[in-house]
């Protein structure tokens, strides 16, 4: 048995997420698929480190899978990427030891979440871009985004009633950007895990804070209060990208 | 009668391109299904600078049409805007005179052409750029691009039997160079007309040159030649974009 780790980029648009579903088009499913007929109809388990949500892109997914023997990994991406669906790209494959599980094995993820706030919108950049059509002050947001960096309770920032009992996780790095040439907001955060809808709902709360709708304390209020009804609502998923993992060794 | 000029933008994708065909989903059949909604039920014909075809986008397609009563162009342009499909917009619209005409009034055109030469593609962008899978010289494209430009019978680029008599056409500038953020290659092309399917069969030559089965000295030969078998095969639609049009004052 070998173990390969590849990292994956998708268009989540047609996607109903990362995670297997029955009767719902996955990328889990997709790649399972692909492996499928590439290991002479044996059925092989892909394990993906990040669960992305119906919609969300990915230019930097990781995965792991076990076949029995060992391959070429080059003429394995080859196969994996051109026998897989036109949304979905494998762009490196690499063989590693069977201790690395690219859920387990710690790592740090970056996200990149991205706002079309033109007048009109890009309408190339509608499955690509969050649209957000009211007016935004960029100064309330970058302060506020500083808030989010260092180790923190999210409950506030996570759909309620989730399964995962700790809610303590650290973020490494929280940024605001204008892209110069899509003019589109660049928000970026790097962290050692996120919970469900965390970005997307973080997101949500610095839009109503560049609107002028919250006060630029709302994130610390949030994060000491705990209280999901504080933060702003759910921004759409289209906007999110998960950019890069990063593995200890 | 009052007569409006508007630039247009959209995503080619799900569109069989801009003039109105029988059962087909065409930019002109949007603009005036929405036109007539708003226009109490009398039809409105809409005139476009350019033919698009299908999967071809536009940034600054230009229109025209007439309407029996003045309205203010702000409120027009967001009622056609927020009315209209999502993958079209209207950037924005102005009063003309009704000597102006989109396609006679007299302009200079700009098109871009995007080409994904990655490995693997983008796969956000695999509707937006034409995936070119092999190996490309930049030297001799840009060599090669510069004999474009100038006076020229360009019948050896068009599709044969091609219906208009004349077939000299000026381009004023013909680039190519490489988007440092996302690596793709950007052929620029601004002329005063261009014939049907020009640009995409331009394209198609260049990276034949690009790829070393053509010599430098191709787009000489075609022009010279007016041979359209001596040309490269026409580049896909989804990587060729209506960028700008400007017309004479």
Redesign the interface.
């Not at 036109?86 to 762009?91: G, K, N, P, S, Y």
């Not at 009109?120 to 190339?124: A, Q, S, T, V």
């Given at each position: 048995m070998v173990r390969y780790k590849a990292v994956i980029?998708?268009?989540g648009t047609l996607f109903s997420g990362f995670q297997r579903q029955p009767e719902e088009r996955t990328v889990q499913e997709e790649l399972e698929k692909t492996l499928l007929r590439l290991n002479s109809g044996r059925p092989v388990r892909v394990h993906g480190a990040g669960r992305t949500d119906s919609g969300v892109?990915a230019y930097g997914q990781v995965i792991h899978f076990d076949l029995p023997q060992a391959r070429d990994v080059e003429k394995l991406r080859f196969a994996l990427?051109t026998q897989g669906p036109?949304?979905?790209?494998?762009?490196s494959i690499e063989e590693v030891t069977d201790e690395f599980h690219s859920r387990y094995t710690k790592h740090s993820k970056t996200y990149e979440f991205l706002v079309d706030n033109g007048q009109?919108?890009?309408?190339?950049m509608?499955n690509?871009a969050t649209y957000y059509p009211y007016h935004l002050e960029m100064r309330p947001m970058q302060e506020a985004i500083g808030d989010l960096v260092g180790t923190h309770d999210f409950s506030g920032f996570t759909a309620s009633g989730t399964a995962v009992e700790n809610k303590v996780r650290t973020i490494t790095r929280a940024e605001l950007e204008v892209d110069e040439?899509t003019g589109f907001l660049v928000f970026t955060f790097s962290g050692n895990g996120f919970l469900y809808k965390q970005v997307r709902n973080m997101v949500g709360t610095l839009l109503k804070i560049g609107n002028g709708r919250l006060p630029v304390s709302q994130i610390k209020t949030v994060l000491e209060s705990k209280d999901r009804n504080l933060a702003g609502p759910t921004a759409a998923g289209n906007g999110l990208y998960l950019k890069e993992i990063i593995y200890e060794d």
């Open positions: 980029s998708y268009d892109h990427d036109e949304d979905l790209d494998i762009v009109p919108k890009n309408p190339m509608r690509y040439k």
